[in-house]
């Protein structure tokens, strides 16, 4: 069975830099076509897609955080980072985790984590 | 980069109700449309992909429709269990933004 789960710091002060670590069972992000995804939620807010990494090490990113963001995949652990430096109080969110199988029609994510809180304060 | 917008942002509905909420992209994504429901506290639940495909275990009283750039999710007969947040997101290909939401409570 698909599991996914997020881990990282719950605080973090402004200007650091955080770094997420998802941790997935029941696939390999190996397999052709597979795709893991980081989307984060404020408070009380929507949900906003932040990045992907394609099984092939292909990386996309959210064009207003682009110049924030890094993806990045260990296959070996079953795990996918993500950084965001510079980190201020409005990123303060949950950071959520996905995966889109192979051979979707588009990339829809069909398993979620958990999400982690992740607040920015001094 | 595309934008989604959905409509309305909140709505009131009876259990029994059906219910539609839309979804507008900025540009065509042809059939790449994702529909997901989320509750408080909870990570979102994918629906429907693909405009109209429905996810493996959701009820069939959810179903979507659409192409292009025009969009809708339909509850028919409203449960109890349906009283959530309801998202949109295009996925022909990164970036895959969401729209900004639907809550959709009890009358």
């Known amino acids: 069975q698909v599991t996914l789960r997020e881990s990282g710091p719950a605080l973090v002060k402004p200007t650091q830099t955080l770094t997420l670590t998802c941790t997935f069972s029941?696939?390999?992000?190996?397999?052709?076509?597979?795709?893991v995804s980081w989307v984060r939620q404020p408070p009380g807010g929507a949900l906003e897609w932040l990045a992907l990494i394609h099984w092939d090490d292909d990386k996309y990113y959210n064009t207003s955080l682009k110049t924030r963001l890094t993806i990045s995949k260990d296959t070996s652990k079953n795990q996918v980072v993500l950084t965001m430096t510079n980190m201020d109080p409005v990123d303060t969110a949950t950071y959520y985790c996905a995966r889109t199988p192979p051979e979707s029609s588009g990339y829809y994510l069909d398993h979620w984590g958990q999400g982690t809180l992740v607040t920015v304060s001094s | 980069d595309i934008q989604m917008t959905q409509s309305p942002s909140s709505l009131s509905a009876s259990v029994g109700d059906r219910v539609t909420i839309t979804c507008r992209a900025s540009?065509?994504?042809?059939?790449?449309l994702n529909w997901y429901q989320q509750k408080p506290g909870k990570a979102p639940k994918l629906l429907i992909y693909?405009?109209?495909s429905l996810q493996t275990g959701v009820p069939s009283r959810f179903s979507g429709s659409g192409s292009g750039t025009d969009f809708t999710l339909t509850i028919t007969s409203l449960q109890p269990e349906d009283f959530a947040t309801y998202y949109c997101?295009?996925?022909?290909?990164?970036?895959?933004?969401f729209g900004q939401g639907t809550r959709l409570d009890i009358k």
């Open positions: 029941g696939f390999s992000l190996s397999a052709i076509g597979m795709s």
């Open positions: 540009q065509t994504s042809g059939r790449y």
């Open positions: 693909a405009a109209s």
């Open positions: 997101q295009q996925s022909f290909s990164p970036p895959t933004p």
